[in-house]
């Protein structure tokens, strides 16, 4: 990743994904009381972003009737879940929508409360769940680590759920923070990934990244040994997201708001929304380039090791050690998501989960670009202006995350939020050559593992050979 300390500093680094909803407009109107079942209107053909904005508004205006959305992507349909299927006239609302009506028995209320007391009684670290509204269940994973008392509880908590209401299965592999990725940021010899640039709510120049990186290290750098460009500001790792403000030091940087997708390519980064259960998304990060896949659920809970994380997406997407904190975005420019971790990789798969964009620009205060939009307003100064950076662009460098070992004092516990600096909480920054982690103990014994030790090698090898894109 090249980078210029000019009075007027241009910086292109990949924006992480977010995507404007259109504004499709919904009228619904009191239909007529009618015995007989009214004649459905042709759906709408939408784009992701138009469908994620028609289902936000057909969920508030059906209220406990509705029971979830997603959208079909071969067709460009939205398809919506209605529990009172015979009453007429919600069936009419949506189709005058221009949706997709489908009788289902939960509603989003039910799965959203079968979610928690998930959370109240089953909060065992490698398990995570998520709202699935194609098969209007509560879908849970549990990984390898899941075993013998601790699958037991789980499968009886999803049992007294009641039938139909969650399905559970084991998946390979661990649940952990991915590392790395993207365009590759170097902080007290971790190595992260920046996701998208902002503005804050200060007007400084500003990115956001993982949380999980957040409360690595306080300073960052755009390479392995330079000196710092930029100082974290907030960051919320574990707990209610994976998400991080970093400020640039100079403040005439120009954060402009595309993704580099390497060979010279950028897409251009103009809209931020709210993801949608079948919708097709594109993730970049530093070990595995570009991969794509759809989104599969909504408002997802992952059990890390180093504490629970609530109201991620999660995807199909595969990702590895070496891709946390890069952009979850759409082909059209719509940016999605920041990568948090998972399980799995990219030769079996698995599951992957991401920080929303508009909870984390809202939590910060930030909007999208250099002045643009936070939660689905356009984007300012987007482009490809200035120098690109590389895709992944990573020198050697060590892991960040939930898989290594902090210094004492140097990241959030198990549910806890650091809101300040690191380097505020009299934390020990690692060494270069150490991992530094999201959540070890206070002699510095994280969770460091033989898949994350080689997540940091792979990220390693794989940034070393993006650099001379």
């Known amino acids: 990743m090249s980078h210029r300390r000019n009075p007027k500093t241009k910086i292109v680094i990949a924006a992480a994904g977010v995507v404007a909803l259109g504004g499709a407009a919904i009228l619904l109107p009191n239909a007529m009381a009618s ?7 042709a759906p709408k053909t939408l784009k992701s ?10 969920a508030e205006a059906l209220g406990e009737a509705f029971g979830g959305s997603y959208f079909d992507s071969e067709k460009g349909q939205v398809i919506i879940n209605v529990v009172d299927g015979d009453n007429n006239n919600i069936i ?6 221009g949706a997709v009506p489908r009788e289902v028995d939960n509603s989003w209320s039910s799965l959203k409360a079968a979610a928690k007391t998930l959370q109240a009684d089953a909060t065992i670290p490698g398990t995570a769940w998520a709202l699935d509204p194609r098969t209007n269940q509560v879908k849970v994973t549990a990984d390898s680590t899941v075993t013998d008392a601790n699958w037991d509880k789980l499968t009886s908590t999803v049992k007294s759920l009641g039938e139909g209401m969650a399905t559970v299965k084991k998946s390979e592999g661990t649940f952990k923070p991915f590392v790395d990725g993207g365009d590759a940021i ?6 992260c990934s920046l996701g998208f640039n902002v503005t804050a709510g200060d007007g400084s120049p500003a990115f956001l990244t993982a949380g999980h990186c957040g409360v690595a290290a306080a300073e960052w750098s755009d390479s392995e040994q330079g000196q710092p460009i930029a100082t974290v500001d907030q960051a919320t790792f574990p707990g209610a997201g994976d998400f991080a403000l ?91 998501g920041l990568t948090s971790g998972g399980s799995g990789d990219c030769t079996v798969g698995g599951e992957t989960f991401f920080q929303p964009v508009t909870t984390a620009l809202e939590a910060v205060g930030a909007t999208l670009g250099a002045g643009g939009a936070a939660g689905g307003d356009e984007a300012g100064a987007g482009g490809a202006a200035g120098e690109e950076a590389g895709a992944g662009g990573a020198g050697a460098g060590e892991e960040a995350g939930g898989a290594g070992d902090a210094g004492a004092g140097g990241a959030a516990g198990a549910g806890g939020e650091a809101s300040t600096p690191p380097a505020e909480q009299g934390g020990q920054q690692q060494g270069a050559g150490e991992e530094a982690g999201a959540g070890g103990d206070a002699n510095g014994n994280g969770a460091a593992d033989q898949d994350a030790q080689q997540g940091a090698q792979n990220g390693a090898d794989n940034g070393a050979e993006n650099n001379h894109q």
């Not at 972003?49 to 057909?58: F, M, P, R």
């Not at 009419?92 to 929508?97: I, L, N, T």
């Not at 909504?298 to 952009?327: F, H, K, M, R, W």
């Open 49 to 58: 972003g138009e469908a994620s904005d028609l289902a936000s508004q057909l």
């Open 35 to 41: 015995q007989d079942k009214p004649q459905a209107a």
């Open 92 to 97: 009419q609302q949506v189709s005058d929508a």
């Open 246 to 336: 970093v400020k640039y030091d100079d403040a005439a940087t120009q954060a402009n708001s595309v993704v580099n997708v390497g060979n010279g390519q950028t897409v251009e980064i103009n809209q931020a929304a709210d993801a949608e259960v079948g919708q097709q998304v594109i993730r970049m990060g530093s070990t595995t380039g570009l991969n794509d896949g759809a989104v599969t659920g909504l408002d997802a809970t992952v059990n890390y090791p180093e504490g629970t994380v609530t109201g991620l997406i999660q995807t199909d997407v595969c990702a590895e050690p070496g891709d946390s904190g890069g952009p979850l975005f759409t082909q059209d420019g719509s940016a999605i």
């Open 186 to 191: 170097f902080g007290g010899g971790a190595r």
